[in-house]
């Protein structure tokens, strides 16, 4: 079975400010990892994804994730957050196979204040 | 491109009737479609896998006869909550996975119900 752990449930941070979102996961097999981002009453988007090579992974609005086998973490960061980052961000893992089921952390609402 | 629709985007019944919703991959053929549901400030969980042509694959405590799932062709997936009632309401989002993309899915929308 796989698990993803989401450190964080809220993270408050001003404008211009960097930021780091925590998720670590568990799995006994390899895995793919994704970061989804979801703003109030939508569905979720597509942020970036780990599938293989690189392990550093960037999205065109400036975030990027590095995946770290060793300790089993992939965390989102961005240098410079604007208030249109506020959302909720969900990482998720699967694992190859049929199926593909993605397994969710809890999410972590980035609030972005002036 | 990899659009998924939702469809309606919000719906209000009564308790006892069945509600239909709809999800389509717009630019894509989608080999598999997910049905996810969302609880407020909760996380997604999954209802049931749906491949083209076969039976959904429900998870565990998913009641198939009150979510029916039919995926009909490529490109469209519905799911149709039976006698709903107000426990039922809730964020119900789809996701669909391409083929030759099989790794990543793309989500609809999604679609609120509110069962009265």
């Known amino acids: 079975a796989q698990s993803v752990t989401q450190l964080d449930s809220q993270v408050p941070v001003f404008e211009e400010a960097p930021v780091e979102l925590r998720c670590n996961y568990s799995?006994?097999?390899?895995?793919?990892l994704f970061w989804y981002v979801q703003y109030p009453n939508q569905g979720l988007q597509l942020l970036l994804k780990?599938?293989?090579?690189?392990?550093l992974v960037k999205s065109i609005n400036g975030f990027e994730a590095e995946f770290n086998k060793s300790q089993t973490s992939f965390h989102l960061r961005k240098p410079s957050v604007h208030i249109s980052d506020t959302a909720e961000y969900f990482c998720?893992?699967?694992?190859?196979?049929?199926?593909?089921?993605?397994?969710f952390g809890k999410g972590t609402l980035l609030t972005v204040n002036p | 491109g990899a659009v998924v629709s939702q469809h309606p985007s919000w719906v209000i019944c009564k308790s006892g009737t069945s509600v239909k919703i709809e999800c389509r991959s717009l630019?894509?053929?989608?080999?598999?479609m997910f049905w996810y549901r969302q609880f407020p400030k909760q996380s997604l969980m999954l209802m049931a896998t749906?491949?083209?042509?076969?039976?959904?694959?429900?998870e565990q405590g998913v009641e198939k006869d009150k979510f029916l799932i039919n995926h009909a062709s490529l490109t469209l997936s519905t799911l149709t909550v039976t006698s709903a009632h107000p426990e039922d309401s809730s964020f119900y989002i789809c996701?669909?996975?391409?083929?030759?993309?099989?790794?990543?899915?793309?989500f609809g929308p999604g679609t609120r119900l509110l069962v009265l």
């Open positions: 996701s669909a996975r391409a083929r030759g993309r099989q790794e990543t899915q793309y």
């Open positions: 799995s006994s097999v390899s895995v793919y």
């Open positions: 780990y599938l293989s090579g690189s392990t």
């Open positions: 998720a893992v699967s694992r190859g196979g049929s199926n593909y089921k993605l397994t």
């Open positions: 630019d894509f053929q989608a080999t598999t």
């Open positions: 749906s491949n083209e042509g076969s039976k959904a694959t429900y």
